[in-house]
């Protein structure tokens, strides 16, 4: 069992920034955001294989966002510049500890990831 806490999250305005925290009981092999509005589908954003700090982001994410990890103290991290209103959502983080990912490369389902935080909410107004 892997216990994961967000923390970070809050209200900004549009094109301001936030840095969201997740603290992790143990190591993971693969770890990533996800993202929630109501009535949406949860949606990958972005993850780090920690073995190599390989990362992956989605395409509304990428050049905004940044995932990275302090792998000493299971630690991952998500920057996030430029925020637009669409960015609002509950923000969870997930791990999971098997490999399997590095053969199917499905780094942003949900279903492929075993361990959840509660989330935080972030919040982007216009």
């Known amino acids: 069992q892997v216990d994961l806490a967000e923390s970070g999250g809050g209200s900004v305005q549009a094109g301001g920034s936030l840095r969201l925290s997740c603290a992790a009981s143990?190591?993971?092999?693969?770890m990533a955001w996800f993202r929630q509005s109501p009535g949406k589908e949860r949606e990958g954003v972005a993850a780090?294989?920690?073995?190599?700090?390989?990362?992956y982001y989605a395409d509304p994410v990428k050049g905004r966002f940044t995932i990275s990890q302090d792998n000493a103290n299971n630690t991952l991290y998500l920057q996030m510049n430029s925020l637009k209103p669409e960015d609002t959502a509950m923000y969870y983080c997930?791990?999971?500890?098997?490999?399997?990912?590095?053969?199917?490369?499905?780094?942003?389902?949900?279903?492929?990831?075993?361990?959840w935080g509660q989330g935080t909410q972030v919040t982007v107004s216009s």
């Open positions: 143990s190591s993971n092999s693969f």
């Open positions: 997930a791990a999971d500890q098997r490999l399997r990912l590095l053969f199917n490369r499905r780094f942003l389902f949900a279903n492929e990831y075993t361990y």
């Open positions: 780090i294989y920690t073995g190599t700090a390989t990362t």
